[in-house]
C-alpha cells in the first residue's frame, strides 16, 4: 500500500513508504524493482526531507486503515538515506498518528497532520522533541507549510523544485 515516495540525495534509489508493509521499500529506478526494505514503524506514510538531504523524516501513523484509534502508537522515524537505516525514533507522548506534512523553510520544524487525534504536531528537527500539539478539525490529512524553497510546484504536500 504505498504512500509516498522520495528519490535519494545520490539519485541511486527511490524510497517508497509502504502503510501495510510497515517500512520503506527501496527500489531501483532503472528497472524498478524492489532492492531492500527499511523497517520503520506501524502504518508506515509519508517521506520528509530534512533541508541538507542528510536525513529523512518518514511519519508512521500508527494504523492500517483508514480510521485509526485515537493516541495509537505513531511516531516519526528518522533514516538516514545513504546508510539505509533508521538512526532514530522520536514517539508521541500519550500516542499519536503523524499523517502528511512538511519541514519548515528554515528546516527547524517538522509539521505533520494527526490523522486520528484532530491535531497537527510540531517537531524541532534537531531534538526530535515534540514542541506543539495544535488541535484541529476531524481527520486532517495532510498539511503544507509556505513557503518552502524551490521555484516550481510539483503538487503533493509542499514538493518544490
Not at 49 to 56: H, K
Request: proline content about 8%; aromatic content about 8%; glycine content about 14%.
Amino acid at each position: 500500500m504505498p504512500q509516498d515516495i522520495r528519490l535519494a540525495p545520490d539519485g541511486s534509489v527511490f524510497f517508497v513508504a509502504d502503510m501495510q508493509a510497515d517500512g520503506v521499500f527501496i527500489v531501483d529506478p532503472g528497472s524498478l524493482t524492489r532492492i531492500g526494505f527499511i523497517p520503520t514503524c506501524v502504518g508506515t506514510h509519508g517521506i520528509y526531507p530534512s533541508r541538507d538531504g542528510r536525513l529523512f523524516f518518514v511519519s508512521n501513523r500508527g494504523s492500517h486503515i483508514l480510521r485509526g484509534r485515537p493516541h495509537g502508537p505513531g511516531d516519526v522515524s528518522v533514516l538516514d538515506p545513504l546508510r539505509r537505516k533508521v538512526v532514530a525514533t522520536w514517539r508521541i507522548p500519550g500516542g499519536g498518528s503523524p499523517d502528511m506534512g512538511n519541514v519548515s523553510a528554515d528546516g527547524r520544524e517538522l509539521w505533520l497532520s494527526g490523522r486520528y487525534d484532530h491535531e497537527v504536531y510540531v517537531f524541532d528537527t534537531g531534538t526530535g522533541k515534540l514542541l506543539h500539539r495544535i488541535k484541529v478539525g476531524r481527520d486532517p490529512h495532510g498539511l503544507t507549510v509556505w513557503p518552502q524553497p524551490g521555484r516550481y510546484s510539483l503538487g503533493h504536500t509542499g514538493n518544490m523544485r
